[in-house]
């Protein structure tokens, strides 16, 4: 595959999937498991790289909401374990993940515009921000004090990553979830 094209235009999860994923086939059939493709009420993708001690490795990510469900699907390259031969080889890591929305307990939608010389602003950044019930980890600070994090969930578009297009979906994506919560 080369360049992927831009998945923001699309309002198809699949269309976008075939234009912007490297592996769409994989990712398609691992959401169709868990949602019907005419039940997803609204999606971001994302993508990128990371340079590990074997080579650049690719990483994708999915978002689809149900309107009850946040469903994410991330496929990431890794290295494994070797064969027999002691040669490790690459593979494809890929989950798919449903989170009910009634355990978000707080999401942010957060804007950032830039101002021009003129007065006017642009849209520059925008975050979405999703906090869980779901506990991580805990640490004791003392014998009655703890620490408790819970599982939150960061997405970000702007300027140079994704564009205008893909900021608007990510803000629509983020209001789609608000209003379902």
Request: glycine share 6%.
């Amino acid at each position: 595959m080369g360049a992927p094209q831009d998945w923001a235009p699309y309002s198809s999860v699949t269309d976008a999937a075939r234009v912007y994923l490297r592996d769409p086939d994989l990712a398609l059939d691992q959401l169709r498991s868990v949602v019907e493709p005419a039940a997803i009420k609204s999606f971001v993708m994302s993508r990128g790289f990371t340079e590990e001690s074997w080579g650049e490795a690719l990483w994708q990510e999915v978002l689809v909401t149900d309107g009850h469900r946040l469903i994410m699907w991330r496929a990431d390259d890794d290295m494994s374990s070797p064969h027999e031969d002691g040669e490790p080889y690459r593979v494809l890591m890929a989950s798919v993940r449903s989170i009910l929305l009634s355990t978000i307990t707080d999401q942010v939608l957060s804007t950032q515009y830039e101002v021009l010389g003129d007065g006017a602003r642009r849209l520059s950044e925008v975050k979405l921000r999703m906090y869980t019930q779901l506990i991580t980890r805990s640490r004791q600070k003392s014998a009655t004090e703890t620490d408790i994090y819970c599982e939150s969930f960061r997405f970000v578009k702007s300027v140079d990553n994704g564009g205008l297009a893909q900021m608007q979906r990510l803000l629509q994506f983020g209001r789609v979830l608000s209003r379902s919560m």
